[in-house]
């Protein structure tokens, strides 16, 4: 079972915004000093508890402190950007660290409609010609298909150009969108987090669909989940608190945080046996590690996925990079 991680920068207790997106470069590092194979950051709009709004600004950052490990977003929300800005800049990325870039893309915004409006955002209805656009200019880019004079951006290069272009995958939260990602012959990762289901029939949605592309000439297909591991189940159980009670917050209606987590377990404690918070617990992989990593290795198996990215959990930074530690050991 091949193990990647997706940061998103959480602003734990005591911590600046500012500081998270410093101790998201300690975990990319401590990911590669432990063996994984991708580390991946997000992006988030306008969400007090996330300092995660600008991948590629992070990846630029990441390349300079890693030399191994695989740097990618998940993902870039490509209706939020011009697609040759984005062609552009992970061609950027990939004369930075050739052969290290991945460039995940998602249809949704990232961000509540106003968030959107403010970004200037398009719809998700503009995702598929945006797609092709930046299909376009990326193998343009890298010599592998050239844009033809009957292209619509014919003339119009994505610079640098250059022997490579990054690996390019689609994050997907259903299996509609999977089966879009295999048509189009790119990776894909289902976010289970997100979707709060089961990866399996996103998983043979998209194999069922791949066709070969420039990009892939056979499929691979992961899936994000989130993952936290301790010396002991009950600590784990413990760190995890502030988690389960900001997911519970927001399915009750409200968006709080609870980086401290004795609030945390207050704020939970009403809540013991509610449907809601049991299904959060069940989309979530918490415990000491021998668990941790079988329950991992067992969604792999089950649902035929090539890679399994934890998301980097934990109320600190220190806690993060033990989970990573005890999940993965060097």
């Known amino acids: ?41 997000a992006e ?11 991948p590629e600004i992070l990846i630029a950052a990441l390349s300079q402190v890693t030399s191994t490990i695989r740097l990618g977003s998940g993902g870039v929300m490509l ?8 062609a552009e800049v992970f061609m950027e990325l990939e004369a930075l660290a050739p052969g290290r870039i991945d460039l995940g893309v998602g249809r949704a915004l990232g961000a509540d409609g106003r968030t959107g409006a403010a970004l200037r955002s398009a719809s998700s209805e503009a995702f598929p010609h945006y797609f092709a656009l930046l299909n376009a200019w990326l193998l343009d880019a890298s010599g592998k298909e050239l844009i033809g004079p009957d292209h619509p951006a014919r003339e119009i290069r994505a610079h640098p150009t250059g022997p490579s272009h990054p690996d390019l995958f689609m994050l997907c939260s259903s299996p509609d969108s999977a089966e879009f990602a295999g048509r189009a012959g790119v990776g894909m990762v289902f ?10 029939p996103a998983v043979e949605a998209y194999r069922r669909a791949f066709a070969p592309s420039p990009f ?9 989940t989130i993952a936290l591991a301790a010396d002991t189940h009950d600590e784990a159980v ?6 389960r009670a900001s997911t519970l917050a927001t399915l009750t209606g409200r968006r709080q945080r609870f980086p401290i987590i004795e609030d945390a377990l207050a704020y939970l404690a009403p809540f013991e046996g509610d449907p ?3 299904g959060i617990e069940a989309r ?19 649902s035929d996925a090539d890679e399994v990215f934890v998301m980097a959990s934990g109320p600190s930074l220190d806690a993060r990079i033990r989970s990573l530690e005890l999940i993965k050991p060097a």
């Not at 306008?46 to 300092?51: F, T, V």
């Open 216 to 224: 892939r000439q056979t499929p691979m297909a992961a899936i994000a």
């Open 276 to 278: 809601r918070l049991t």
């Open 44 to 54: 988030h709009h306008n969400i007090e508890g996330l300092a995660s709004p600008a």
């Open 1 to 41: 079972m091949r193990l990647s991680v997706l940061d998103l920068s959480p602003v734990g207790a005591g911590v600046t915004q500012a500081e998270a997106v410093r101790q998201t470069l300690e975990v990319a590092k401590a990911a590669e000093r432990l063996g994984y194979d991708r580390f991946w950051v």
């Open 191 to 200: 976010a289970e987090f997100i979707a709060r289901a089961d990866g399996g």
């Open 238 to 243: 413990r760190l995890d608190a502030p988690r």
């Open 284 to 302: 979530s992989i918490v415990g000491d590690a021998e668990s941790v990593r079988r329950r991992l290795a067992e969604k792999a198996q089950d």
């Open 79 to 86: 209706v939020n950007y011009s697609p040759l800005k984005v």
